[in-house]
């Protein structure tokens, strides 16, 4: 198994993985509530799986070809990105209250989970990158070169993920003070914004 495609695998994936916000974004305030932050980072390293090996065994052909799913999913996560978007302007507006608004952010297991499948599968940068930008590079990869690409695109989604959720856990202490938190919050709406922006400029330029 090639070392060196391997590597190639985890730099491309590593560069796609840390620019979708709206992952980042969830993780990084589950890590700071210290809530089932470690479940969200796995579950964002199981949709990887799922999204990276699609694309690398033929499923970017797919999504590449379909003005109408493309469609559907850019003004999907549109929608989403902009709700997002205003759900963290209201948390920052927010950060000034008691700590009992901020404990009510606290999420179950279930709200959660039902979190994390929409800020990925609707979020079409998600399928752009994982699927379009890392299928297409894999995709030209044969037997075990195309397995090696793989796992180093799985590591770096794992690498990634996991020191997120343990490195905002870890500062928690720092990063949950209101003034920090709503700069957070503030940063993060823009980002959300922003990417919205972008998938809009990216539709009509289609």
């Known amino acids: 198994m090639s070392l060196l495609v391997m590597t190639k695998g985890f730099t491309l994936a ?3 993985i840390i620019p979708i916000g709206s992952q980042n974004s969830l993780l990084l305030n589950q890590g700071i509530n210290r809530n089932h932050h470690l479940m969200t980072a796995s579950l964002f390293v199981l949709y990887d799986v799922i999204l990276m090996s699609l694309g690398i ?10 003005d109408l799913l493309f469609t559907l999913l850019t003004w999907g996560g549109i929608t989403f990105l902009l709700c997002y978007g205003w759900m963290s302007f209201k948390s920052a507006y927010l950060s000034t209250a008691s700590n009992a608004v ?3 952010k606290h999420k179950s297991a279930k709200v959660i989970i039902m979190t ?9 940068h998600a399928y752009i990158d994982t699927v379009m930008v890392i299928g297409s590079v894999g995709g030209q990869y044969q037997g075990e070169a195309k397995l090696a690409f793989l796992i ?6 794992m690498v990634w993920f996991s020191c997120l959720a343990v490195g905002a856990a870890k500062f928690s202490h720092h990063l949950s003070k209101p003034k920090v938190k709503r700069v957070i919050d503030t940063l993060i709406g823009l980002v959300m914004w922003g990417i919205a922006y972008s998938l809009l400029m990216t539709w009509l330029a289609r």
């Open 152 to 157: 180093g695109t799985i590591l770096a989604s």
């Open 57 to 66: 065994f033929g499923g970017s052909l797919i999504l590449s070809s379909s």
């Open 102 to 104: 901020l404990s009510a």
């Open 116 to 124: 994390s499948l929409v800020v990925t599968f609707l979020n079409p």
């Open 14 to 16: 590593l560069s796609m």
